[in-house]
């Protein structure tokens, strides 16, 4: 122990409360010191609340009368290492969040024992829980059909169940309650009619240890992965860096990975490996561990906080040195760290929307940069400001970049139909957004034995319903968005919230029986083709049919068994799955996420496109792809119909050059909401108007855009307002930040605000 520690009387606290400060408190004499990065029990207002500890300070801050003392030591050894207690207080810092709520997003749960332990002994108030995003343990009551047929009338609620149970073989009882609002009275009621069988039992060892994986040969490298590999593993025993992977879809990025942190192990140094959604790729998790085993931590939502706990530790102690999992893993404990991996760089779930507002991806190049450990972003459409900073750059501040230009397989990228829809209405099916070309395509596929991936990004039956006597559209009460239907749950929902009503075809103004769908979802889709194209297998994926890791993972094998023919479904469909039979993609209509609101639209659009289409003919069988669209000339589909990544990338930069957006200027998103209207704009004005003050806006280096009503003007009843802070100059745009960051942590009143730095969400 060092001397500082014996003679510590102080120790400076971060708590997890929405404070920008550190807390002092005292040491009571005869308690042990407390490491740094070890938590502590301390009280706070009333309440007793778990905080880490950040140093030893040798006297009280000035002007602090009453130093209240630590109740209680809560872990013997630091909970984080160093390197990753230091790189988290930057992280905070960086994005002006509370440090307190940065570390506990980052640990994980206690085990149970040890809090109940701690909660008896009075060292912790009750509710109060140490660890980050964990799920507790709980039993559940699952839900399966029995296969009996339907005797007598069902009441609504237990048809929808039923409708349910055909699409999912098994569903729990929570689930069916958010879906379909059956309580379990409901449940017990179709069970006495035999229809359905119910089972409590304990959720859920892990997914994806749940089969055994036999190891794998490594292929032989081809000339491009050898290079890239050659060029990483000189950065890892050199002086790390970033590095850019860009690989066409299929290219063998997972490989070069899998090399590159092989030779990480080699060396005792540890790897850290992030995807975008884990539930949406069992099958790179398999490809881990039929490489390196079992002594891999797999991090994910669905682990019980014992589960989290033990990988925590594993990771720790140095008995695991591999971790895979999603944004959150990226503040896993892996010592030694050699390698940091983010696959689909690009991809937008990198960015915590919530709370602690981090990227990901941005956060990953500093963890590795402070470690001295090599960054890898890979992606086949890797985002403009990677690509910029790969390419564009000044030296110095530049990306190294591997590329892998083509497949690693027998088949080249697939040939891009693209149908205009101004031109092509229904086919055969009657369907409008099923055109000819994409019915024969369909027909083509099936009859010479291949597999569809139809993409359509919206849920639902139809996304909304519009009155056909008065014109009025069905909204939800508390968001200003429609309410979507979903036919075989009976219910008209909000998708931002978790209003739902029962189909009615009655208009809640005039009261006419005139509501009509509007638009087409993936559940119309999915009927429509079921019908078109028996006895052809149809199943969907998206957020409806797939709520659990475990649902998406059972569809997307049944694909894979070829017991599907053809999966409609959102954008989890174009994830990278990696299904041999698939020789068709189609893409029903591209113009969706072009309409968003939002500067990065054409970007997104190209980049899903690409994704998608880059499922098709990965397997010994050439693909293709038909692209429907009403803009055929719009850049993104133009670029995508080529498969040509840097054509898109030259044509975008020129436009976000021109608008002074990302890679050339950056954004501080600044948002307020209040359940009243004028109080959420009276304190948006009042931000805006401090920070046109700051000397930074009024000498032009930072832009205050705003304030406007949010493009979703009311969520969850509350309003919304926000405007952005733009400027090239990093420092005076953090200053401006820093400035309204500071008036937010006084207080607002009933109204709530947060800044977000570098935003991705614009809604
Ligand atoms: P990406 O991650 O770039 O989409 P993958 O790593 O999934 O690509 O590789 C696509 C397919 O090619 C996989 O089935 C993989 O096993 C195979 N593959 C990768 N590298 C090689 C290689 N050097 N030789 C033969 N097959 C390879
Ligand atoms: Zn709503």
């Known amino acids: 122990m060092s001397d500082i520690e014996l003679r510590a009387r102080f120790v400076e606290v971060a708590l997890p409360v929405p404070l920008r400060r550190r807390f002092t408190y005292a040491l009571p004499d005869g308690i042990a010191v407390p490491a740094i990065g070890s938590r502590v029990a301390v ?114 609620k237990q048809q929808a169940v039923m409708a349910l149970l055909i699409e999912r073989v098994e569903i729990s009882a929570d689930e069916l309650r958010a879906h379909v609002g059956a309580p379990r009275a409901v449940l017990r009621g179709l069970e006495k009619r035999g229809l359905v069988v119910l089972e409590e ?158 990227h990901a991806r941005d956060l990953a190049i500093l963890r590795a940069h402070r470690a001295g450990a090599v960054c890898i972003l890979g992606s086949a459409t890797p985002s403009l400001e990677s690509f910029h900073r790969a390419t564009d750059a000044p ?164 694909l894979r068994r070829r017991e599907v023919d053809v999966l409609v479904g959102t954008q989890m469909v174009t994830k990278g799955h990696d299904i041999p039979g698939v020789t068709l993609v189609g893409v029903v209509l591209a113009d969706q996420s072009l309409a968003f609101p939002d500067f990065r639209a054409s970007e997104r659009t190209f980049q899903l496109l690409s994704q998608v289409a880059g499922r098709a003919g990965r397997g010994d069988r050439a693909g293709r792809v038909v692209l429907q669209t009403f803009q055929p000339e719009h850049p993104a589909i133009v670029y995508a119909e080529r498969h040509d990544y840097v054509g898109f990338y030259r044509a975008e930069l020129e436009h976000r050059r021109e608008l002074g957006y990302a890679p050339f200027g950056r954004l501080v998103a600044v948002r307020v909401d209040a359940g009243d209207e004028g109080r959420a704009r009276e304190v948006a004005s009042e931000l805006a108007r401090l920070a046109s003050r700051h000397a930074a806006v009024r000498r032009e280096l930072v832009a205050v855009l705003g304030p406007a009503p949010a493009p979703i003007a009311r969520l969850r009843a509350r309003f919304r307002f926000r405007f952005l802070l733009r400027g090239a100059d990093r420092r005076a745009l953090r200053a401006v930040a820093r400035v309204i960051a500071d008036r937010i942590d006084e207080g607002l009143g009933a109204a709530r605000a947060h800044v977000d730095v570098d935003p991705v969400a614009m809604l």
């Open 43 to 156: 009280p706070f207002h009333g309440r007793k609340l778990a905080g880490f500890v950040l140093g030893h300070p040798e006297r009280a801050p000035e002007g602090v009368k009453v130093i209240k003392p630590v109740a209680g030591v809560l872990d013997a050894e630091p909970l984080f290492p160093e390197e990753l207690l230091r790189f988290l207080a930057e992280a905070a810092d960086y994005y002006l969040h509370p440090i307190g709520e940065v570390l506990r997003a980052a640990a994980p749960a206690m085990a149970t024992e040890a809090l109940r332990d701690l909660r008896s002994e009075g060292f912790l108030d009750r509710g109060e829980s140490l660890g980050g995003a964990a799920v507790a343990t709980k039993r559940a009551l699952f839900v399966r059909a029995s296969g009996t047929a339907h005797e007598g009338r069902l009441g609504r």
């Open 395 to 558: 030296a110095g501040h530049r990306f190294e970049l591997a590329e892998l230009p083509s497949r690693a397989t027998a088949q080249a990228l697939p040939p891009v139909e693209v149908v205009d829809l101004r031109r092509y209405g229904a086919g055969p099916s009657g369907h409008p957004l099923i055109t000819g070309p994409l019915h024969r395509g369909l027909e083509r596929c099936l009859s010479e034995g291949g597999q569809a991936i139809l993409f359509l990004n919206r849920r639902g039956f139809s996304p909304s319903l519009r009155c056909g006597a008065c014109g009025e559209l069905m909204q939800c009460p508390a968001c200003s968005v429609s309410l979507t239907e979903h036919r075989r749950a009976g219910a008209l929902r909000c998708h931002y919230c978790d209003y739902s009503t029962p189909i009615t075809l009655e208009c809640p103004r005039c009261k006419r029986h005139a509501l009509e769908p509007l638009g087409l979802g993936t559940e119309r889709l999915e009927d429509t083709l079921a019908e078109a194209f028996a006895p052809a297998k149809v199943a969907r994926l998206d957020r409806d049919t797939a709520a659990g890791g475990r649902a998406i993972e059972a569809v997307l094998e049944r």
């Open 201 to 358: 039992r304990e959720v859920l060892a892990d997914p994806f240890f749940a089969s055994e994986v036999a190891p794998d040969v490594p292929p032989a490298l081809n000339e491009a992965q050898a290079r890239a590999v050659d060029g990483l593993v000189r950065a890892l025993d050199g002086a790390g860096g970033t590095h850019l992977l860009h690989g066409v879809t299929g290219s063998g990025k997972t490989e070069v990975y899998l090399r590159v942190i092989a030779e990480a192990q080699a060396r005792a140094r540890g790897a850290l490996l992030l995807v975008p959604e884990i539930a949406l790729t069992p099958q790179l998790v398999w490809r881990f561990r039929a490489r390196f085993g079992d002594r891999i931590a797999v991090l994910h939502s669905g682990l019980t906080d014992k589960e989290r706990h033990l990988a925590w530790r594993g990771l720790r102690s140095g008995e695991l040195r591999v971790a895979v999992g999603a944004r959150s893993a990226l503040f896993a404990p892996v010592p030694a760290l050699g390698v940091i991996v983010v696959d689909e760089e690009h991809d937008p779930s990198f960015k915590q929307e919530e709370g602690f507002r981090y």
